[in-house]
DNA sequence: GGTAGACCTGGACGC
DNA sequence: GCGTCCAGGTCTACC
């Protein structure tokens, strides 16, 4: 079935898409019109796939198979979330405009960052790229969702990311062994077990009213969740204050700001602090290989 | 608060 | 084919 949403103002579908590389992580892609596709499993249990699609100034969205009107609520939500629909960005814009290096996302209308359904998914996904290449961070996913998913019923060569539920069913070693995660392994069983028991209740923290820094500590108290982690899954919550420093950032920051030279994070943060409550956003964006 | 070493996987490289 | 080294963040122990 088809309907359709209304996209706020100065919204960019292709930008969201490609805001980070959540999208080549299975069970998102990205349509050949550079809209975003999806496999969910909805509350009612209902596995199907969405696809979001840019027409005229509004959204249309294609599903595989019909819904009730609830499950239409529920679907319109979650795809409100994912492509953060509610967020205003004029005032960073308007911050932005001054620096050259983010006129060109400015112009893009580029800003919002491509979301999970849940935060646990989004967790689950950020442990996945610590201390790994992404080409392993891929294939640990792929092997998450085809292990653990449910499968679509009109392809079951296609699945949905597993929930908290399914994978704490399964033992650590299930997870090292057969998905290859390594030493990640005790972390995603030990989030799994908490989420999946109601002690951790991470879908709160999406609409939670604490500061920063509070949250910040709430998601590295969940083990795997470093500095790093935190500061990328702030910035999917919609707070940008922190960088997310990995080598990537040493790399770029240093040849942008200190000529090459070694630094530390530290250093990068303090070169970002500045731009206050948007410095995750401004480092995400910066224009770091401006065409020649 | 800062630092060193271990944790894992898989690719690159030398033999 | 085998062994070694390396890259990638976080945790833990120690100072």
Redesign the pocket.
């Known amino acids: 079935m088809t309907f359709t949403l209304s996209a706020p103002p100065a919204f960019n579908l292709p930008a969201v898409v490609r805001s980070h590389g959540w999208c080549q992580m299975t069970p998102f892609y990205e349509t050949p019109d550079h809209g975003l596709g999806y496999i969910i499993r909805l509350s009612t249990g209902s596995v199907l796939r969405f696809e979001v699609h840019t027409e005229d100034d509004t959204l249309r969205i294609d599903t595989s198979c019909r819904l009730s009107p609830t499950e239409q609520v529920e679907l319109t939500q979650t795809i409100g979330w994912m492509l953060s629909l509610d967020q205003d960005f004029s005032e960073f814009y308007s911050l932005a405009r001054q620096e050259p290096k983010l006129l060109k996302m400015v112009e893009r209308r580029a800003g919002r960052v491509l979301r999970s359904p849940t935060l646990f998914e989004d967790v689950l996904r950020?442990l996945l790229?610590?201390?790994?290449?992404w080409?392993?961070t891929l294939?640990m996913c792929r092997e998450l969702t085809t292990r653990y998913g449910e499968p679509l019923p009109s392809d079951p060569t296609q699945h949905t990311f597993p929930n908290p539920q399914r994978l704490a069913q399964e033992d650590e070693s299930g997870l090292?062994?057969q998905c290859?995660?390594?030493?990640r392994?005790?972390?995603v069983y030990e989030l799994s077990q908490r989420v999946s028991s109601g002690e951790l209740d991470l879908e709160v923290l999406k609409t939670s009213s604490l500061p920063t820094l509070e949250l910040r500590k709430e998601l590295?108290s969940?083990?795997?969740?470093?500095?790093?982690?935190?500061a990328?899954l702030l910035m999917l919550l919609g707070r940008y204050d922190y960088v997310p420093v990995?080598?990537?950032?040493l790399?770029v920051v240093s040849n942008e700001f200190f000529g090459g030279q070694k630094i530390?994070p530290?250093q990068v943060l303090s070169t970002f602090e500045k731009w206050g409550k948007w410095q995750g956003l401004v480092y995400w964006f910066w224009d770091w290989f401006p065409a020649q």
Do not use: F
């Open positions: 950020t790229t610590t201390n790994t290449l080409k392993h294939r090292r062994e290859r995660m390594g030493y392994a005790p972390y590295m969940i083990k795997g969740v470093g500095s790093y982690a935190a990328n990995d080598t990537w950032a790399k530390t530290k």
